[in-house]
């Protein structure tokens, strides 16, 4: 597993990751990929959530890029099958020559029942089963497996009987495609230490990230098998460099997150199950998480991102003089980040990364 906090990780073997905005210009974003994979960007990551399937965008991005790595962030286990999600990313690891990286998660209860209409059953065991599923496709053996969710074939006395044990056709470029798993919750963030190749974590502040997830990440660490390399962990922020943002700029600027972290504190889940919001009091804002829920869902949207505590904005991004980002980049490799997930904003991205890459 990687460290989480014993200083082990050096900042220049930190990798650079970007997320496509899930509703923004498709277009637009692969056009400043491709900017900022000569700039140095080593991971873009796509969203799916309820919008266009994140697959059809990988396979786009494959074709326009050459070298940078696409990772789905995230495929839920729900609405493909196991194999199907085998065959999916066998097939986008080959269209990108062995740049693919598998995110998978669960989202939620809302949007598994209510957009795709299957029950949010045992969503930990299944992310488990499905990557027991596609690292033995990716290997070419016969799919047969007999997991808490996932049962291939079919067992006997379902369906028409006719089913039998099948491998996939294609030799894969990669018979390890790295697995990232997007987990909050403590039995997940235990498995995903145990089993996955990457973790994908939402609301990292390295200083007091190990106060919410440090026990589970080291209880999944210790059952890790040896034959995995360690865990890599992928976080970070909104990021922007510059001496003037220091004060009321750098407020100013790190305002701007302010509706995002209220949707997925406040809005995203219902009451009694919002994973970030389980967070957002696991780091200590108890009454601040509360009072932004009850904002959000009574439908004031504004004044629930105006109570998203400033702490918690200035510790998750990374925004100020480039100084004290330096200083940011060291904590994120305290923890055991090795792959700097960052949101350029300005007008020049390109600049923004390149100014990065010399601070790492």
Request: with cysteine; hydrophobic share 40%; proline share 6%.
């Amino acid at each position: 597993m990687a460290s989480t906090g014993s200083g082990s990780h050096t900042v220049d073997a930190m990798k650079l990751s970007m997320m496509i905005n899930y509703s923004g210009d498709f277009y637009a974003d692969v056009d400043k990929v491709v900017e900022l994979e000569q700039a140095g960007l080593d991971v873009v990551w796509v969203p799916e959530a309820y919008t266009f399937d994140a697959v059809s965008q990988l396979g786009y991005l494959a074709a326009k890029t050459s070298t940078i790595e696409i990772g789905s962030g995230i495929l839920n286990v729900f609405s493909r099958t196991a194999t199907c999600m085998a065959q999916t990313a066998a097939g986008l690891d080959f269209v990108s020559g062995g740049r693919f990286i598998l995110g998978l998660g669960a989202s939620g209860p809302q949007v598994i029942e209510g957009f795709h209409g299957v029950p949010y059953e045992k969503p930990m065991p299944r992310i488990r089963d499905y990557i027991n599923v596609c690292r033995m496709t990716w290997k070419r053996e016969k799919v047969v497996y007999d997991g808490p969710t996932t049962k291939i074939p079919l067992p006997a006395g379902q369906g028409t009987g006719l089913g039998k044990p099948l491998k996939l056709i294609n030799h894969p470029v990669r018979e390890e495609i790295p697995i990232y798993w997007a987990s909050l919750m403590s039995q997940s963030v235990k498995n995903t230490a145990q089993y996955a190749d990457g973790w994908l974590p939402m609301f990292f502040d390295p200083e007091k990230f190990h106060v919410v997830w440090g026990d589970d990440l080291e209880a999944g660490a210790a059952k890790r098998d040896e034959s995995l390399a360690p865990l890599q962990i992928s976080a970070g922020g909104m990021v922007a460099i510059g001496e003037d943002l220091t004060g009321e700029a750098q407020s100013a600027l790190l305002d701007f997150s302010r509706p995002h972290v209220a949707l997925y504190v406040g809005g995203m889940g219902a009451r009694d199950q919002n994973f970030y919001n389980t967070v957002c009091k696991k780091y200590g804002y108890v009454d601040e998480a509360a009072e932004i829920q009850d904002l959000y869902l009574s439908g004031k949207k504004q004044e629930a991102a105006a109570a998203v505590p400033a702490e918690l904005l200035e510790k998750t991004n990374l925004v100020g003089p480039p100084g004290y980002v330096k200083e940011r980049l060291a904590a994120y490799a305290e923890a055991g980040v090795t792959e700097l997930s960052v949101n350029p904003v300005g007008r020049d991205p390109v600049a923004t990364i390149d100014q990065l890459r010399s601070l790492l």
